[in-house]
């Protein structure tokens, strides 16, 4: 029941249209089991996850040129979202199972509109059932509180008059008259003083006369020039941040490039060393068809080679992709997919009949690495 199987993110958050194809089925009544590789509760229903199979029955299903096609909701997409893989199985009603693949769950945005919470027991559920109307808490009524108690502090006995101090003895007129004349003197001769140095100033900043010689005791006292203070230098302008590279990339996306456009842009990504944006570039062009794309994107996931950008080794998703490019006619698919069927690894188990076959392919468009290869691949 071999089939092939991708997932096209839509606009609308939390929603998605998986994409069958190979499979001669009729659309009415077709449901799907979703299953992902993490902990016990692996199968997916509509209120989340079990230990037991789940089938789901989409709202709404087309055949497309030759392909079916079936709208998913957030019921699923909401939460698969953080997955990387799932296995995919296909039922018809009467007849059971009709195929099934493994398939890549892309990275899209989810719509926050499920509840977890919900559960029920049928083994087959219809998708976008209609919402449970939420009631409202019961208000709540706090009790009111009593006034807060203030302490008063204790009065204090009355403060007792303080004695009035005795007054001075009385001083004779002779030391009063005495002490008012130095007084007069100290003032007249203060504002004479005053005058003069205020006039000579004057005269000085008039070009009348100079100013008159400072002491040095005022030299002293005066204070020294202010000392310029440096202008500052501006701060350099920060330049607001760049786009986000996946938002430039969707945005890139939704102008709907031809392939030699993606091809172009993915290899100039790489070129620079952005791996992750690439590789984003290569699946649209993959998804689409390219061969070449296909051919990039399994690199991705081949365990036979280095990993890139922090990627996990599949084998069984570098395979996927390497036979697609394989079927199309790509001699280098053709060999890595050999390749990799006789290692084996990373999940996808060794397979030397099929990998002498594709080796063979290779070898018989002169690929000079295929016929090594087939040198040492055992009988």
């Known amino acids: 029941m071999p089939m092939r199987a991708t997932v096209l993110p839509q606009p609308d958050p939390g929603h998605a249209i998986l994409r069958v194809t190979d499979l001669d089925a009729p659309a009415d009544g077709l449901a799907l089991s979703l299953q992902r590789q993490q902990g016990p509760d692996s199968h997916l229903a509509d209120d989340g996850w079990r230990r037991t199979e789940a089938w789901l029955v989409p709202a709404h299903v087309e055949r497309v040129k030759g392909a079916l096609e079936f709208h998913l909701g957030p019921e699923i997409c909401d939460r698969l979202a953080g997955t990387s893989t799932v296995r995919l199985r296909v039922r018809e009603p009467d007849i059971g199972v009709v195929g099934a693949t493994v398939i890549a769950w892309p990275q899209m945005l989810t719509s926050g509109a499920i509840d977890p919470s919900a559960r029920s027991t049928d083994d087959l559920v219809r998708l976008r059932r209609p ?151 290569w699946r649209a062009a993959a998804e689409a068809g390219n061969p070449q794309a296909e051919l990039a994107v399994a690199g991705f996931y081949d365990p036979l080679q280095l990993p890139k950008a922090g990627f996990p080794q599949d084998g069984t998703r570098a395979a996927d992709w390497y036979e697609r490019a394989a079927l199309a006619g790509n001699v280098e698919a053709q060999r890595k997919y050999g390749q990799l069927l006789a290692k084996g690894g990373a999940g996808l188990a060794a397979d030397p009949t099929k990998a002498r076959t594709w080796l063979q392919q290779a070898a018989g468009q002169n690929d000079a690495e295929a016929k090594k290869a087939l040198e040492t691949l055992k009988p």
């Open 131 to 281: 919402a449970q109307r939420i009631e409202p808490p019961p208000l709540r009524i706090e009790p009111e509180l009593p006034p807060p108690l203030v302490l008063q502090a204790p009065e204090l006995p009355p403060r007792l008059p303080e004695p009035e101090p005795e007054p001075p003895p009385p001083r004779s007129n002779g030391g009063t008259w005495l002490l008012t004349l130095i007084v007069l003197a100290l003032l007249i001769g203060g504002g004479t003083y005053a005058y003069l140095f205020h006039r000579q100033q004057l005269e000085a900043l008039m070009g009348i006369a100079p100013p008159p010689a400072a002491s040095a005791a005022e030299t002293a006292a005066a204070p020294s020039p202010p000392v310029p203070t440096p202008t500052p230098t501006p701060a350099p302008t920060i330049e607001p941040p760049k786009k986000a590279s996946r938002l430039a990339i969707d945005e890139y996306l939704a102008t709907k490039p031809t392939p030699e456009a993606l091809l172009k842009r993915a290899g100039d990504y790489a070129q620079g060393g952005d791996l992750r944006e690439a590789f984003l570039v």
